[in-house]
């Protein structure tokens, strides 16, 4: 499975993400997975509770930043883990959360590469 990370500086990363999903119709399942079906069928799987089995992905140095300036401390980060098979729904998903949050949104990719959620590459992200 295709997937990456989202970070945030912000503690309630997950619980804005639930209730802006809920906006739309989108309900989370009881353990904090919340997942968008396209209407062709291709779905954007978000969980919220990392646990310790990704610890040693968010503490390794990300291996490129590609934003402008000081890449951003994501040791100190809240994340969500994304799974899903295509780029532009990816993208288009992240961009439509970015777009309703008040404060900055990241995407740690398979590659180790920091993205800032609306300068993503699609040609160059590795989920």
């Keep these: 499975m295709k997937s990456a990370f989202l970070l945030s500086p912000d503690l ?12 739309i119709g989108v309900d989370p399942t009881a353990d904090k997975v919340i997942q968008i079906r396209e209407p062709d069928g ?13 610890d040693y992905e968010l503490n390794e140095p990300i291996k490129a ?8 401390d994501i040791t ?12 532009d729904v990816f993208i288009k998903w992240v961009e439509y959360i970015a777009d309703r949050l008040p404060y900055p949104l990241w995407v740690l990719d398979s590659d180790g590469i920091l993205w ?12």
């Design 12 to 23: 309630s990363l997950y619980e804005h993400i639930r209730d802006m999903m809920a906006n």
């Design 42 to 54: 291709r779905l954007f799987t978000l969980e919220s509770d990392l646990g310790s089995y990704f």
């Design 65 to 72: 930043w590609r934003g402008v300036g000081e890449a951003p």
């Design 76 to 87: 100190k980060a809240t994340g969500c883990y994304v799974e899903c098979r295509w780029e």
């Design 116 to 127: 800032p959620a609306h300068n993503i590459d699609p040609t160059q992200l590795a989920l």
